[in-house]
């Protein structure tokens, strides 16, 4: 039974680090996918060593434990101790001044001229990123299609939304 679990584990690990590497290939990420080679290499090994040599069944359970122990503790549920966080802001926040409240200002509009003469401040900034390409643009650097589908069908529903949320500012 401890051998099976020993080598189970080892397993786990390997599988776990070589699908990272995988992952790390795909991104192109040369660093992440050395080092998660090295890593599903050497972590399962003291476990394989174990099993295979029949080490002691007391160093063989402290192994296994200094594993699942760390995992058990960050997957279980933490009970709230009362402990309640809230925050009081100390001023009001004016969404137009979010760049994404900002980027929607056409230039040469009413609103444009008018915010930009209270905030002359933000208007090279705002210019210049309203010059790049999209988000979603097939000339942004890291463009996929197959993903920014997605986020564009995100964004088309908040924009379809969008009527529900504009309106009369709220007196509060």
Known sequence: M????????AGILFFFFAYSVCISVKEKEKRASLRFSLLSVILPLPFLLAGIYGAAAVFSWILLLMFYLPLLWFFLPRLNKGKTESVVLRYKIDERDTMFS????KPESREYDEYYRKHPERQKG???L???PGLLSDKAAYFRSWIFGAAEANFDLIEKNRQFVDGEISGK
Do not use: K, M
């Open 2 to 9: 401890l051998e099976i679990l020993l080598y189970l584990t």
């Open 126 to 128: 705002d210019d210049a």
């Open 130 to 132: 309203r010059s790049n």
């Open 102 to 105: 900002r980027n929607l200002l």
